[in-house]
Each structure stands twice: as C-alpha cells, then as structure tokens.
C-alpha cells in the first residue's frame, strides 16, 4: 500500500511536469523494492517450506539445520538423485550392492554423527529419503549416520559428532555391532540387509 501511494505521489507530480528524472528514477528504485521484496518473502516461503537450511557449524564446516518441528518418522528431506556415480568416494552415497549415486546439494551437507536424528529410506527414483529417526525441533542440526547408507567407510577424518555414543571414527555398515544395527532398523538402506544375508550364507 505504501509503495502504491508512493507511486500516485509520483505520478501526480508528472502530471505537474515536474523533474522528469526524478519520475524514472522513483519509479526504478520502486521496481527495484517491489522485486526484491519478493524475492526475499520467496526465500522465507522457500526456508519454511524445506524446513531446514545451510548453516556454518562450529567444527564441522556447514551442515543442515531444521528451520521448523519434525516428529519422529516424518519425512525430513527428500533424496533426488544428482547422478549415478562408477564407484564409491567421500561425496558417494551407496544405494545398492554395487550402485552409488550424488545427491543433491543439500542432502549431501548433512553432516554424520553416532548419534543421528534421521535415518535412511529407499524411494523410488532410485535415491535415498532422510526420515526423522527422533523428533527433530527447529534449531536442531540434522545428521544422520553414514552408517545407515553405506557399507563401507574409507578415508573419513576421525569424528567429530561428541555424542556420548561416539564410535571415535566414521564407520560403514559392516563394522556397526549387531545391537545398533537392531536399532536403525527401517531407517537403513535395504540392500544392507541383503549383503548381511549373503555374508551369513
Ligand atoms: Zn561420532
């Protein structure tokens, strides 16, 4: 409403022929606000309605924050796949016996910890979801346990979660003991379970 009245003032003073310039001048800067107040209350919408963002951590680099209250067993964050990738690496994320895939940006922020607040699901494009593994409230970063998706962990920096729970290193499924992987269980990548088959074969 303000800047429609703004716009009225300014129009009245063409009609009086006053400062030309002034008039396009005015009438960029109003283009310029109305833009960019949209664009701002699309980044709110956009934040609201992911429930999570990017941030800074204090030691871990960025990670992901929920920006409002997820309940356990709630979908967290849906898992697109970037690309399908030949081979394992540190970006990887393994969603097969023998398939690894990129994902998006952001699901591939989360960072790990021992002691996670979500967990991992199949979907059906081939990619992996982040499903609440506890209720998750605003503020809190979302982390999930490496473990959970792939197999084997190689090369990962000792970590850094400082959960009671830390396991001292990121590890895989395979070195998990039996009683947490009872713990994740339907918060875990399937074909886990098919290799454990196999092994125990
Ligand atoms: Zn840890």
């Given at each position: 409403?303000?800047?429609?009245?703004?716009?009225?003032?300014?129009?009245?003073?063409?009609?009086?022929?006053?400062?030309?310039?002034?008039?396009?001048?005015?009438?960029?800067?109003?283009?310029?606000?109305?833009?960019?107040?949209?664009?701002?209350?699309?980044?709110?919408?956009?934040?609201?309605?992911?429930?999570?963002?990017?941030?800074?951590?204090?030691?871990?680099g960025?990670?992901?924050f929920?920006?409002?209250?997820?309940?356990?067993?709630?979908?967290?964050?849906?898992?697109?796949?970037?690309k399908?990738?030949?081979?394992?690496?540190?970006?990887?994320?393994?969603?097969?016996?023998?398939?690894?895939?990129?994902?998006?940006?952001?699901?591939?922020?989360?960072?790990?910890?021992?002691?996670?607040?979500?967990?991992?699901?199949?979907?059906?494009?081939?990619?992996?979801?982040?499903?609440?593994?506890?209720?998750?409230?605003?503020?809190?970063?979302?982390?999930?346990?490496?473990?959970?998706?792939?197999?084997?962990?190689?090369?990962?920096?000792?970590?850094?979660?400082?959960?009671?729970?830390?396991?001292?290193?990121?590890t895989?499924?395979?070195?998990?003991?039996?009683?947490?992987?009872?713990?994740?269980?339907?918060?875990?990548?399937?074909?886990?379970?098919?290799?454990?088959?196999?092994?125990?074969?």
């Amino acid at each position: 409403m303000k800047l429609f009245l703004k716009l009225i003032v300014i129009l009245s003073n063409l009609t009086l022929k006053e400062d030309i310039i002034t008039y396009f001048w005015d009438t960029w800067f109003i283009i310029w606000d109305i833009t960019k107040s949209i664009s701002s209350r699309q980044d709110k919408m956009d934040k609201t309605s992911l429930g999570y963002e990017l941030r800074k951590t204090p030691e871990k680099g960025e990670g992901i924050f929920a920006t409002k209250y997820f309940c356990k067993g709630s979908l967290v964050m849906e898992g697109k796949v970037l690309k399908e990738m030949p081979h394992n690496t540190s970006h990887t994320t393994q969603v097969g016996v023998n398939r690894w895939i990129l994902r998006e940006e952001l699901a591939q922020k989360v960072n790990h910890s021992c002691d996670p607040n979500v967990g991992y699901r199949d979907n059906s494009v081939g990619g992996m979801d982040y499903f609440a593994f506890k209720d998750i409230h605003p503020g809190d970063e979302i982390v999930g346990d490496y473990a959970m998706g792939n197999y084997k962990v190689d090369h990962m920096p000792p970590c850094k979660c400082s959960a009671l729970q830390c396991r001292g290193v990121i590890t895989g499924w395979k070195d998990l003991p039996q009683d947490i992987k009872t713990l994740y269980k339907g918060y875990h990548a399937q074909y886990l379970l098919e290799i454990d088959g196999d092994a125990g074969n």
